[in-house]
DNA sequence: ACACAGGGAGATACCGCTAACGAAACGCGA
DNA sequence: TCGCGTTTCGTTAGCGGTATCTCCCTGTGT
């Protein structure tokens, strides 16, 4: 180990300085470094120890450049403050561990324009495939990701048109199957708690499904309020008060997520309500954040990991086809089944007094 | 728009393809993607629709080989789960989006190794500048951190040497703070609930810091408990019954993190214990997450937005130094103050029957 | 002794883009 | 009309690697 080992080099390092080192050739320091093609163990380990001793570091702009192959994922999702990409990603970057890909996520925050510089300043880094949330992209991003020429994954949502392959639930259908279980239990007065968020689609879906089961019952929403910003929590257990202050009849509550769902939880159990018999609700995710509080929120899971599990496969999959042969792999379509969770904030069946069909 | 706009091509585009398609050289195109240089309005409409037309996206691969400039700031991550980093870093994005700079993260799972990793996978992008948790490195890290020659900032603690800039708080002394405060309000019979990472450093530096100010005091942690996975919440409330029950002179529970604190405060809330008065509860980090709870938690402000703030500019100014001047920037300091949040579970003076000194 | 297979290493030609310089076209005053 | 500064655009030479081909050197079988 000489002197400047440790000492900040003006000049960034290349492979000629390790090879200049080393006494070899760039190339041969090449192959070593990548474990390729034929070298004899002596130089290989005399290359390894210049390398290390001048704490080279690989160029992959130039190795990519040359080479044609970029081994990145990107990976787009609309938020990070939601608890449920986090979880999608580690999926994603668990999955991705056991192949050369590496993901590298961009933030849309809903924002469609946004997404669509994301996507560009992403595709310009030339990614082996792209994973990214919803099936709604503007005109741009859905041309984008069309000529890319690399394997995507729409994830989340299976409502919609996929570009390529697509893994997701039907949020139409969950939506739907949380008002079937909440008429089967007799709930008819019913309210509606949401984010103000007219570019969330997947709530949005899921809200739609959620009325159209009512109406199929001759039902339909009594109340129902959006909210924007600030902590869930707080806004699930002041929006709760304010709408039963507002609609007293009211007999059961659905939340777009479990977070606003659990405030609400909050405060009916201060506020002393008889929760599920009085008062039933529900959120949506699943998130075990929550299974701390007193009383299980009903929930439905929106199979977050396996998501990005099977999203990550897929990827990894084609990439490795598309290296095999030529052609590109074609579009698959997963959708999985939410389920119900039903917590103790859902009775099971019809209280006393009401008359189910 | 012709025809094959929309079909998927086989050979990639290149600035070539734009050039032929408007009739200008590659560097005119070049300039105008970047608006560069001096090109007349006509042609850059001209090359502009050209480009819009094919769908071309810049190969930054290339041009980030041949300009010797990558806008990429490396941020690396203990964790994604933890609700505290995804706060830093949408501090980071925020500032990074007034410049030309983007950030790319990388996760540790508090694993040294993996850190090794992926900082080298990261410094093998030739970032403008890295961003990364803690200052407990490996020799190995602390040498390529080094030899990158780009600025550096630690965050989020500043009990240690840093490498070229460090933004963060003393966990140490945020321990301290809390011991005090606890110690001032007349709380004698103090247990510790925290997670068991024993790399996690700053939980211990609080912890140490914690231990130290109590012992000052004449106090030491009658009891103490760790947990590993599972909910956060879920895991407070359990413990926080299990030592409760071992040890019921308890009188004040210190938490590190607020998540198992707000478990513990339900545990408290659903037994019937009278908090603050027959036994306090603090946590830390500060996340409003919890603001919709029963009873605010005290807590600490570990000023995750501050710090992402303060370390994204130390970035974007250090690479404007290096591109303007040759030398480097000198490393900056920057220690920041964490606040107690009383909340309503710290009593504010000694209750009746203690004898504080 | 010779042809030949095959491992080990080097030479060469790019990958797609940009820095730097240079040249053409244009405008305008003398 | 010429000279000269501007503006606009093209040419050349890499950036730091890798793919590919070539070459050399061994050892081996006949």
């Known amino acids: 180990m000489n002197d400047e080992t440790h000492a900040p080099q003006k000049r ?111 595709l310009s880094w030339r990614p082996s495939g792209v994973i990214i949330a919803g099936l709604e992209h503007s005109d741009a991003s859905k041309a984008m990701l069309r000529a890319a020429g690399i394997p995507v994954v729409e994830i989340m949502d299976t409502d919609g048109r996929p570009i390529d392959s697509v893994v997701g639930i039907s949020h139409r259908r969950a939506g739907r199957m949380m008002a079937e279980a909440i008429i089967k239990a007799g709930y008819r007065k019913i309210g509606f708690l949401g984010t103000k968020m007219p570019l969330d689609h997947r709530a949005r879906k899921r809200f739609e499904g959620f009325t159209e089961a009512l109406a199929k019952a001759g039902l339909e929403v009594i109340d129902q309020e959006f909210y924007a910003g600030g902590s869930a929590l707080a806004k699930g257990r002041e929006m709760t008060a304010a709408m039963l202050a507002r609609s007293p009849e009211i007999d059961f509550l659905y939340y777009s997520n479990d977070m606003i769902g659990a405030g609400g939880l909050l405060h009916c159990i201060d506020a002393g309500i008889d929760v599920p018999t009085e008062l039933g609700l529900a959120g949506f995710n699943g998130i075990d954040l929550l299974d701390g509080l007193s009383m299980q929120l009903a929930t439905m899971d929106s199979c977050r990991a396996e998501i990005g599990r099977r999203a990550a496969e897929i990827v990894a999959r084609s990439v490795d086809v598309q290296a095999a042969e030529t052609g590109g792999a074609h579009g698959e379509r997963i959708e999985l089944s939410p389920t119900i969770r039903r917590g103790e904030t859902l009775r099971l069946r019809p209280a006393h007094g009401d008359y189910p069909e």
Request: proline share 6%; hydrophobic share 40%; aromatic share 4%.
């Open 12 to 122: 960034p390092l290349t492979l000629r300085d390790v090879s200049e080192a080393s006494g070899v050739s760039e190339m041969t320091v090449s192959r070593v470094l990548r474990n390729r093609g034929d070298v004899s163990e002596t130089t290989r380990e005399r290359v390894l120890a210049a390398a290390k001793d001048l704490g080279y570091v690989p160029n992959k702009i130039a190795g990519a450049l040359a080479s044609q192959r970029v081994n990145l994922v990107a990976v787009i999702i609309p938020s990070f403050s939601n608890m449920v990409f986090p979880q999608v990603l580690s999926a994603i970057s668990e999955v991705l561990d056991n192949t050369p890909l590496q993901p590298v996520v961009g933030v849309t925050n809903y924002m469609p324009e946004r997404e669509e510089k994301v996507l560009y300043e992403m």
